[in-house]
């Protein structure tokens, strides 16, 4: 996996642990993250997929973060977007929003909080931070 961006030794290493939570060896080693930290940005966390393999599957990807959070909501922040990536990088949901799970889905008519995609991203922020943390004091 190859990460870009102004990113300190602790976040990337995170990254590197959720995303080997969330990932196969395999897939993770084709996986390129641009990591930008954004002070004006709306929402805890955005990603969004920058290119494709030969195949049409996304492996290159810019994970947005709010810059004025703390250090523990970045941490969950970066698990929930590397959640969303695994999602997208398993064909799991579109770009657009409007498949899941090979569902049609108007991503539109559902509440935030309802979307299928981020109540698994929420689980996996819990989750991943919680491992993150034992993993770290052990």
Not at 50 to 73: A, W
Not at 89 to 114: C, F, N, Q
């Amino acid at each position: 996996m190859e990460i870009y961006g102004k990113i300190n030794t602790k976040m990337r290493e995170a990254i590197h642990f959720f995303a080997s939570e969330l990932l196969t060896p395999q897939l993770k080693k084709h996986i390129i993250i641009k990591l930008k930290f954004t002070r004006k940005l709306p929402v805890c966390g955005f990603t969004e997929v920058d290119g494709y393999n030969s195949k049409g599957q996304p492996r290159e990807f810019t994970l947005e973060i709010n810059h004025g959070m703390s250090e523990k909501q970045t941490l969950k922040t970066l698990a929930h977007e590397l959640e969303h990536l695994r999602q997208y990088a398993y064909g799991e949901i579109d770009e657009r929003g409007t498949m899941w799970l090979s569902r049609k889905m108007d991503h539109d008519s559902v509440p935030y909080h309802k979307r299928p995609w981020e109540i698994e991203a929420f689980k996996a922020e819990e989750r991943l931070y919680r491992k993150w943390l034992q993993m770290k004091n052990s």
